[in-house]
């Protein structure tokens, strides 16, 4: 394992296309966002996050990326068809260190099912429990995502190796 987590190499593990459409849900500043639009240049991409400032501030970098393929939506995911994107409509979504803010892990999960097309990925890569940066807060375990998500109807295809602070995992949708 590398000690800080490379988004490149993790991404690397999906098998994607640039014609492909994809989405990061809980984009915060962005970071996988933007490499996944670097990926799927043919196709959309959406960084969706309920918070404004990381939107704004998204925007910016993605204009000095030239990034045309990439739309920034402001919405609460948790909520029912939270995201305001079409059922069955992309090829990829992205969970990246935002399962262990939610408290309604599962609400977010079935959004993910919900706008992923058959044979669909969602990557999962959040923060592991027994480290010093989640001293303080609850980490989403490892054990409850796959729980949560089998629970939804995602398929675990498989368990990347990641860095010493995260897990990663791939689902498909079944």
Same mark, same amino acid.
């Given at each position: 394992?590398?000690?800080?987590?490379?988004?490149?190499?993790?991404?690397?593990?999906? =098998?994607?296309?640039?014609?492909?459409?994809?989405?990061? *849900?809980?984009?915060?500043?962005? $970071?996988? @966002?933007? +490499?996944? @639009?670097?990926?799927?240049?043919?196709?959309?991409?959406? @960084?969706?996050?309920?918070? +404004?400032?990381?939107?704004?501030?998204?925007?910016?970098?993605?204009?000095?990326?030239?990034?045309?393929?990439?739309?920034?939506? /402001?919405?609460?995911?948790?909520?029912? =068809?939270?995201?305001?994107?079409?059922?069955?409509?992309? $090829? !990829?979504?992205?969970?990246?260190?935002?399962? *262990?803010?939610? +408290?309604? =892990? =599962?609400?977010?999960?079935?959004?993910?099912? /919900?706008?992923?097309?058959?044979?669909?990925?969602?990557?999962? !890569?959040?923060?592991?429990?027994?480290?010093?940066?989640?001293? $303080?807060?609850?980490?989403?375990?490892?054990?409850?995502?796959?729980?949560?998500?089998?629970?939804?109807?995602?398929?675990?295809? +498989?368990?990347?190796?990641?860095?010493?602070? $995260? *897990?990663?995992?791939?689902?498909?949708?079944?």
């Amino acid at each position: 394992m590398s000690q800080i987590i490379d988004i490149n190499e993790i991404l690397d593990q999906l =098998k994607l296309s640039p014609n492909m459409s994809g989405a990061d *849900f809980g984009t915060g500043p962005g $970071h996988w @966002a933007i +490499e996944l @639009a670097r990926r799927l240049m043919n196709g959309l991409v959406y @960084a969706i996050d309920i918070q +404004e400032s990381y939107l704004s501030a998204l925007k910016g970098r993605a204009e000095q990326n030239y990034l045309s393929n990439l739309r920034l939506l /402001r919405r609460d995911l948790t909520e029912p =068809k939270g995201s305001g994107l079409p059922e069955a409509s992309l $090829h !990829v979504v992205v969970l990246a260190n935002v399962l *262990f803010q939610i +408290e309604d =892990k =599962k609400a977010l999960l079935t959004e993910a099912y /919900r706008v992923l097309r058959p044979r669909g990925q969602l990557l999962v !890569v959040d923060w592991r429990q027994d480290t010093a940066v989640m001293k $303080h807060q609850r980490a989403a375990l490892l054990e409850e995502i796959e729980t949560l998500a089998d629970q939804v109807g995602f398929q675990l295809t +498989e368990q990347l190796e990641t860095d010493e602070y $995260h *897990f990663g995992l791939i689902f498909k949708k079944n």
